[in-house]
């Protein structure tokens, strides 16, 4: 059963543009949520994360929206870039360091120059 | 060091054989994480470590996987009897705390 339900599957924006990946989950309990971005061939890097307390959270050009009664949370990337190019992962878990990462599926973004 | 090393970078293992991962985790991290991933997405939890004890295994298809994480070695992940569908890159994890989880570059396996 997937818990967290990512879209879209591939984006494609301008440079500049604001590309907007969305994610959905199902277990209420969950209380963090990262979104990692992946470059080919590297392991998965965090990017910014959100607790459910606030419905907001910006650091730099990425901003997470958090909208806990829909149990939805997206990521904006601002000015994009070139080298934002990449894919990104939503991902849940409880609070705890040891608690394992549920993730999305993935949406590969591009950037055109 | 500041980087989660795993080795081999690359793995391929005829069908049946055995193959063995390893994962160095950041020096002062006490949790370790195993995930694979398919075709490039869907990574699935397999194995969670507290220092050298079994955290989470709740992912581990125990008849074939097994995991350990030993005092002074690199933890390791071993398939028994490889299957196709095994072909996937193995991450490794580290943490000392949710904002310091590290992944490592992740073992391709290819199974033929």
């Known amino acids: 059963q997937q818990q967290v339900k990512q879209s879209p599957q591939s984006l494609i924006v301008q440079k500049g543009g604001i590309p907007i990946i969305n994610c959905a989950y199902e277990n209420t309990a969950f209380d963090y949520f990262p979104w990692y971005q992946q470059f080919p061939g590297k392991g998965p890097a965090l990017l910014i994360a959100?607790?459910?307390?606030?419905s907001e959270k910006k650091e730099g050009r990425f901003t997470i929206s958090f909208n806990k009664s829909a149990k939805q949370f997206s990521l904006h990337i601002m000015d994009s870039q070139p080298g934002d190019s990449a894919t990104y992962f939503c991902a849940a878990s409880f609070t705890g360091s040891a608690r394992q990462l549920t993730f999305g599926s993935g949406t590969q973004l591009t950037v055109l120059p | 060091g500041e980087e989660v090393a795993q080795t081999p970078k690359h793995l391929v293992r005829g069908e049946g054989q055995k193959a063995k991962l390893y994962c160095a985790p950041i020096k002062g991290h006490s949790y370790v994480f195993w995930y694979q991933q398919v075709l490039k997405n869907e990574f699935k939890f397999l194995i969670s470590?507290?220092?050298?004890?079994?955290?989470?295994e709740t992912g581990m298809p125990k008849e074939r996987f097994s995991a350990k994480c030993l005092p002074n070695s690199p933890c390791s992940l071993e398939i028994q009897a490889t299957k196709l569908e095994d072909s996937a890159v193995y991450f490794c994890?580290?943490?000392?705390?949710?904002?310091?989880?590290?992944f490592g570059p992740g073992t391709r396996l290819t199974v033929t």
């Open positions: 994890a580290s943490s000392q705390s949710e904002k310091g989880r590290r």
């Open positions: 470590f507290q220092n050298e004890n079994v955290f989470d």
């Open positions: 959100i607790r459910p307390d606030v």
